[in-house]
């Protein structure tokens, strides 16, 4: 599977943006969906991550309450609403697919386990 993240950019703080991550290649619908992100000198980190299913979702932290990750499997994309940013949201956003059916655990900062990882996109806060 292929994936390919869009919709960084530059943003105030307190400011919204949606990211959106589209899937080509194999079912999508089989697959659990996360978003991790990377800010510079710091390790990739987990934010968000959707289920197969789309009846489990889990959020970092930092991020609960104000990002909310979505799928739509008609347009095999996975969405990053993110609301209230903050300028330590600044980083590359990278989404990830997994097919192993169950959420994996893995290690922080990761959480999860992926087996494929798409570009990443460039979100920029400022304060």
């Known amino acids: 599977v292929q994936l390919q993240a869009s919709g960084g950019g530059l943003v105030q703080a307190g400011g919204s943006l949606r990211l959106s991550c589209a899937a080509s290649?194999?079912?999508?619908?089989?697959?659990?969906m996360g978003w991790f992100r990377q800010a510079p000198g710091k390790e990739r980190e987990f934010v968000a991550i959707i289920s197969w299913s789309g009846r489990n979702t889990d959020y970092a932290d930092s991020v609960k309450g104000r990002f909310t990750i979505s799928r739509d499997d008609a347009k095999s994309t996975v969405y990053l609403q993110m609301n209230s940013l903050k300028s330590e949201d600044t980083a590359v956003y990278y989404c990830?697919?997994?097919?192993?059916?169950?959420?994996?655990?893995?290690?922080?900062?990761?959480?999860?386990?992926?087996?494929?990882w798409g570009n990443g996109t460039q979100v920029t806060v400022s304060s």
């Open positions: 290649g194999r079912t999508f619908s089989s697959y659990n």
């Open positions: 990830a697919g997994d097919s192993r059916g169950s959420l994996l655990r893995a290690g922080p900062p990761l959480k999860y386990a992926m087996e494929y």
